[in-house]
């Protein structure tokens, strides 16, 4: 069974604790990408990652956004969002249709 995790900032991600998700804390880039990857290979099928975290280590979430699993998947911060998200679902919306229905 694949389990779930979040990765971000403390201030952002301490409440998933809460709902039972693992909660990884993470700053900076470098620590980001090796703890992604240590999480994918830790059967983890779902990661939440916030927009801002992301920002700094897209080419990581591009190399498993090619693989069924794990799915990452963006969330805003406790700062706000930064509309990454929203972006990725147009352009997998549009990639699917054909055209931007949203």
Known sequence: MYKIAVIGDKDSVSIFKVLGIDVVISYE????????DKLAKDDYG?????EELASKVEET?????RQVIP???????NQGTLNMAMDKINENVEKAVGSNIL
């Not at 779902?46 to 916030?50: D, G, Q, R, S, Y």
């Not at 979430?61 to 956004?65: G, L, T």
């Open 29 to 36: 880039a470098d620590d980001a990408r090796n703890k992604i």
């Open 46 to 50: 779902v990661i939440f990652i916030t």
């Open 61 to 65: 979430i591009e190399r498993y956004n």
């Open 71 to 77: 799915a990452i998947i963006l969330i805003p911060s």
